[in-house]
């Protein structure tokens, strides 16, 4: 059988072979590295990969070929959390957070998220799409083929549902892949301060509409001391869950609130950041489906200690 497309003269070429990953065994450290590679692909197959010259059997007349010209060829990255579609920027909390401000005194000063959420509602849809590709092409230019992409910059119903339409449109540039993601309880606006119950009812009320439109796959919550507790995200999660929405969670970013516990009790399909997950937290994840989502440029962005990652991969999560 011969091939369609064949990319030759590759200098490393990185394969998915041992993929995907099951358990925490050692394949986590076995990527395969290949020297002057190449890859057949014949439809939306890959036929082959292997080093040296390309049997000719694999092609044809018709075969499309690309040379490398030595670069590296890899499968396609997946950032599976990213927070894409958004208005403003806060570059200039850089410097008050490496003078050691804190990130709860940054949002008291309306920083913080509530800083992206005041650019947010403000920026037309135009706008955050634009925006959003000029990101989004960066990326590409990084190797990042699929992007998972949250709500949460509006928290009040029409930008969130805004923010999910521009998922939608970014799909439609086939540039990359895109997930979307509701996050509408991403932070507790200041107008519900004391009507959290309010709030959360907002959210949950969001549900059906946002299910019914198609505009989002997975529903998040911000499960953090000082945003959204443990208690109150789990009320969230099964209404979401009665709708058929995917779960994932921003769990254990800060402080431990048993995020990772909840993840596998709701059998969600990731745990994200887990920077202060506990040996319990740990436990829960080994025996469970969930998939552990590490964020080190968080940690490195709020100067923060890293998610035990070697630990958890040791333990089998
Ligand atoms: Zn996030």
Redesign the pocket.
């Known amino acids: 059988m011969n091939a369609d497309l064949i990319i030759y003269n590759i200098g490393q070429l990185v394969t998915g072979k041992e993929l995907p990953v099951k358990d925490g065994e050692t394949r986590m450290e076995n990527i395969e590295v290949l020297n002057n590679g190449y890859i057949a692909v014949s439809g939306s197959e890959i036929m082959a990969v292997g080093s040296g010259e390309v049997p000719s059997k694999l092609i044809k007349f018709t075969t499309k070929l690309i040379d490398a010209e030595g670069c590296v060829v890899t499968p396609g990255m997946i950032d599976s ?3 894409l579609v958004h208005g403003g920027s806060r570059e200039n909390e850089f410097l008050d957070k490496i003078a050691g401000v804190p990130y709860i005194e940054i949002l008291k000063r309306g920083g913080g998220i509530l800083s992206s959420v005041k650019a947010t509602v403000e920026a037309t849809e135009d706008e955050l799409v634009n925006a959003a590709k000029k990101s989004l092409r960066r990326m590409l230019s990084y190797g990042v083929t699929t992007v998972e992409s ?1 709500s ?1 910059y509006g928290l009040d119903s029409e930008t969130e549902l805004k923010q999910l339409r521009v998922n939608e449109r970014l799909k439609l540039e086939q540039e990359v892949d895109i997930v979307s993601t509701f ?1 509408g309880a991403h932070a507790l606006p200041e107008e519900y301060k004391d009507n959290r119950e309010g709030f959360i009812q907002k959210v949950i009320e969001l549900l059906p509409v946002i299910k019914e439109r198609e505009l989002a796959e997975f529903f ?1 919550v ?1 499960c953090e001391e000082g945003v959204f507790s443990n208690e109150e995200s789990r009320k969230m999660y099964i209404e979401a869950q009665k709708y058929g929405f995917k779960l994932r969670i ?1 769990a254990d970013e800060i402080e431990n609130t048993k995020g990772a516990e909840l993840a596998k009790e709701l059998q969600m399909y990731s745990a ?2 887990l920077m202060a997950i506990s040996e319990d937290g740990i436990k829960a994840l080994k025996n469970s489906d969930v998939i552990a989502n590490l ?1 080190p440029g ?1 940690s490195f962005s709020l100067g923060k200690d890293y998610a035990p990652a070697r630990k958890m991969i040791d333990e089998g999560v």
């Open positions: 959390h990213t927070h949250k949460g996050m998040d911000f921003h994200d950041h964020l968080t």
